[in-house]
């Protein structure tokens, strides 16, 4: 029986966690990354070490495997168009186009009908104070359009700051947002195979600390009214653009009651790393299914989860939920601690409370 090799561009704790969900089917992985003793490439067979524009190398990796995936949104778009004319890649960078720019992610999911907080493009230091105007705000937040992650490449602008001051904190293109108000933040995730099927994880309810995943809740606990409207939004979303993979949306639930889309990640996401151990089949599982031509799975969530990230210095203390029962570690092989570096995470996993909430 021939193997399946599975090519994974990025060697990060995504890639790290679809690899081990492959190896569990029997499919070896091919990562191909900058970084040397990644921690997806500890758990795969083979590694090319070089950047993402080596098209000697891309094209040596792209002919020893039979398709390729990607575990994070910063591959150039011009890395998948070469290495598509060699091998089968999933998703396409339709998908990474919409994510990698937040003007292109807005207009696309405004034309779809999902709605996103107000938005403008930022032309000069007056469109800002357009939007003050309009929006009738105080404050704005201003991001940059691309390689924005963990709240780094955005500031808060309030009406009396300097706005000239903040806003050259930020390089390249920029986009203004208005503040939303919101109760929490959720997130869904989706995955949808060759045949079209989707399936679906979540509403997540995501708690974030210094602008980083801190805490995920599962259920959680908004209205069953909510639970229904964010997963015809991001099947909405797979089908429009005809998903072979996985991906998530990001979620704001505002004061007065509405879903306003955030954001898109092409791929899968911390906020779904808790049902490796609260379902039957996570989302690494139906992500190598996905991208493999496998038909996708639904996830049987059998437990309610908390999943709490382990960041930077938090790794050194893991003995205490070594002891725990019900405690799930999950570590990501990183040798250098890092501030605001994810480290690994825990689940905690109890009995499933509603059989009703997904
Ligand atoms: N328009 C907004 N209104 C209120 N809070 C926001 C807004 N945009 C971002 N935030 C906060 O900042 C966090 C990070 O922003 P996000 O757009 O998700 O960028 P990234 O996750 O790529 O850093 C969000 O999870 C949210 O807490
Ligand atoms: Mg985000």
Redesign the pocket.
Known sequence: MKTLTLGILGGGQLGRMSALAAANLGIAVHIFTPEHNSPASQVSSQTTVAPYNDETALKKFAQSVDIITYEFENIPVDTIRFLKTLTPVYPDEKLLEVSQDRVIEKIFLNEINIET?RWKNYQSDQSILDAFQEWKSSAT?I?TTRF?????G?VKVNKHDNINETVRLLNGDKII????D?TC?ISMICARDHEGNIITYGPMLNE?KN?ILHLTTVPAGISQKHVHQADKMIRKIAQKIDLKGVLTL?L?LTKDGRLLA??IAPRTHNSGHWSMNACLYSQFDNHIRAVCGFPVMDPQRHSDAKMLNLIGEDILDIDRHMKKSGAYLHIYGKSEIREGRKMGHINFISPKTSPTAS
């Open positions: 907080t937040i991001k924005g992650y963990d709240g780094k955005q947002e208005d503040i939303v919101f933040e974030h602008h990001e704001f955030n954001e």
